[in-house]
Nanobody
Framework: QVQLVESGGGLVQTGGSLRLSCAAS????????MGWYRQVPGKQRDVVAT???????NYADSVKGRFTISRDNAKNTMCLQMNSLKPEDTAVYYC?????????????WGQGTQVTVSP
């Protein structure tokens, strides 16, 4: 099973930057795709960016050109550099990882970290 711990959220003004980190630990054969998702109260959790083990990346249209996702496969960590932040980026951000263990393939979520962008 994989445990994910996020860090780096906080309060920032419009136009500012934040860097989120996610560290994976536990017992597993491999961590496959990883990603960042975000959710605001009363709405569904939406994908922000995903990255495969091989480095294939996808971004939500709303963050293209402003956010950068990266990962270190050797350290089982992932980051999200967020620049030019807007109030509409305010949400709880969750780290997600798809991993393989003897029983099969599973998904794990972090506890979430709050990002608040003030006008």
């Amino acid at each position: 099973q994989v445990q994910l711990v996020e860090s780096g959220g906080g309060l920032v003004q419009t136009g500012g930057s934040l860097r989120l980190s996610c560290a994976a630990s536990g017992s597993f054969f491999s961590i496959n795709a990883m990603g960042w998702y975000r959710q605001v109260p009363g709405k569904q959790r939406d994908v922000v960016a995903t990255i495969t083990t091989g480095g294939r990346i996808n971004y939500a249209d709303s963050v293209k050109g402003r956010f950068t996702i990266s990962r270190d496969n050797a350290k089982n960590t992932m980051c999200l550099q967020m620049n030019s932040l807007k109030p509409e980026d305010t949400a709880v951000y969750y780290c997600n990882a798809l991993y393989t263990v003897a029983r099969g393939n599973f998904a794990s979520w972090g506890q979430g970290t709050q990002v608040t962008v003030s006008p």
